[in-house]
C-alpha cells in the first residue's frame, strides 16, 4: 500500500479511501463489518461517508451508513485513531434534511454533533462540505448554460462560506474537528474558501472531492492544478462512474441488485449512447491488458498527476478484492497512449 500527505493536514493516508455509501441499502452490517476489516487488513487507514448515506438517498435511511460505522467502531474502539474518518454536512435540497435548506454556521454544529452521534465517536478527522449552496455544474450539468453563474450573487455566497469558516473554526478548536474539506466544488470555490480562510485565521480546507473517471474528466487540468498548487487533497469519487466502467451495464443490462436497478435521485445521467460507446472500448483494452475493466479504470485514475486517494466502493468482497488489487497495477506507457486514445475521442461522453 502506498500513503500519501492529505494536503496540508500533516495526516497521512492511504491511496485507496474506502467508500460506504452502498452500507445500509445494498449492504448490511456484516457486510460493511467485512469491509471494513479487509480494507485494515490491506493497510487502507481512510474511510469516507456523509450524513446523507446510504444511496439512493432517503428519508428511511438517512444516517443509517454512519450508524454503521459506529457500530463497527463501539466493537473496535482501539482500532478509531489508526483510522481517518471523513464525513460530510448535506447542502440544500433534501427536504427531509434541515428542511432542505442551504449549509449555515447555525446548522453546521447541528449536523456534525448529529453525525458525531451517529459515529459513536468524539471526532472526525475531516469534515466537509457535501455540495455548494450555489448551483454548480455537477452531476451531470456540466454543458454550456446547464448552470449560468452570472446569476449567482457572489456577495451572498463569500458572506455564507464566511459562516461557514467560522462554524468550522470553532468545531476544530472544540476538537470535534480535526481538519475540514470540500466536496462538488470548483476553483472559484476553493480560492475563496482559502481567501476566508486566511482573512478569518482558520485553517485551510485539506482536501476536495470531486466526480472523475475516464468518462468524466471535467476537473482535468485547471481544478487538479489548483490542487496540487494551493496543497488540497484531490480525492476522485465515483472513479467507476457509478459502476459502468465496469462493463456490467453494457447493452443494457440491469444486473440484479446494483445500483441502477435502484431508484436513481437524479437519474441516469451517465448513460448516454457516447459514454457506452467509450465503456466497451475501455472493456475491450482491459481483456487486452489482461486486467478487468474496473482495474483498468481504477489503475488509470491512480496514475493521474495529482489524485492523492481514489475513493472506492463495493457490495461484495469479491468486487471489492478486485477493487484494491487494481492500485498494484502500473500501466505501462503504451497501455496509457491506448487508453488516451480512447480518451481525446470520448472526452466528454456524458
Known amino acids: 500500500m502506498r500513503f500519501n500527505p492529505l494536503g496540508s493536514s500533516g495526516l497521512t493516508v492511504s491511496e485507496i479511501c474506502l467508500g460506504s455509501m ?23 487507514n481512510f474511510i469516507d461517508t456523509a450524513e446523507m448515506y446510504p444511496v439512493p438517498p432517503n428519508k428511511e435511511t438517512y ?28 447542502g440544500p435540497g433534501i427536504g427531509y434534511i434541515r428542511g432542505g435548506e442551504r449549509m449555515t454556521g ?30 454548480t455544474a455537477h452531476f451531470g450539468t456540466h454543458w454550456p448554460n446547464q448552470v449560468r453563474p452570472s446569476k449567482i450573487d457572489a456577495d451572498r455566497e463569500r458572506d455564507t462560506m464566511r459562516e461557514l469558516v467560522i462554524a468550522l473554526g470553532e468545531e476544530i478548536k472544540a476538537g470535534k474537528i480535526r481538519h475540514w474539506g470540500l466536496s462538488d466544488e470548483t476553483p472559484w470555490g476553493i480560492h475563496t474558501f482559502l481567501q476566508l480562510c486566511s482573512e478569518l485565521n482558520v485553517p485551510r480546507p485539506v482536501s476536495i472531492q470531486n466526480e472523475f473517471s475516464l468518462i468524466h474528466l471535467k476537473d482535468w487540468p485547471y481544478l487538479i492544478e489548483t490542487c496540487v498548487l494551493e496543497d488540497v487533497a484531490y480525492l476522485p469519487w465515483s472513479p467507476l462512474a457509478g459502476g459502468a466502467l465496469s462493463g456490467k451495464y453494457l447493452n443494457g443490462e440491469r444486473p440484479a441488485g446494483s445500483r441502477w436497478t435502484m431508484v436513481q435521485r437524479q437519474g441516469l445521467f451517465r448513460d448516454t449512447a457516447m459514454a457506452n460507446q467509450a465503456i466497451a472500448r475501455y472493456v475491450a483494452l482491459a ?24 475513493i472506492i466502493g463495493a457490495t461484495t468482497l469479491a468486487q471489492l478484492e478486485e477493487n484494491i488489487a487494481a492500485f498494484s497495477i502500473t500501466l505501462t506507457d503504451q497501455q496509457l497512449a491506448e487508453v488516451h486514445e480512447v480518451l481525446q475521442q470520448f472526452s466528454q461522453p456524458f
Open 63 to 90: 444516517g443509517d451508513t454512519e450508524r454503521v460505522i459506529g457500530d463497527w467502531l463501539s466493537r473496535h474502539p482501539a482500532q478509531r485513531q489508526a483510522l481517518i474518518i471523513m464525513s460530510k454536512i448535506a
Open 287 to 310: 481483456n487486452d491488458f489482461g486486467i478487468t475493466p474496473s482495474q483498468l479504470a481504477l489503475a488509470w485514475c491512480r496514475q493521474v498527476d495529482g489524485v492523492t486517494s481514489t
Open 106 to 135: 447555525k446548522a453546521l454544529p447541528v449536523a456534525l454533533d448529529a453525525s458525531l452521534e451517529r459515529l459513536q465517536t468524539d471526532y472526525v478527522d475531516v469534515y466537509q462540505l457535501h455540495w455548494a449552496n450555489r448551483p
Open 22 to 44: 452502498t452500507w445500509g441499502i445494498q449492504n448490511n452490517q456484516h457486510d460493511a463489518d467485512q469491509q471494513i476489516q479487509r480494507a485494515i487488513d490491506t493497510q487502507i
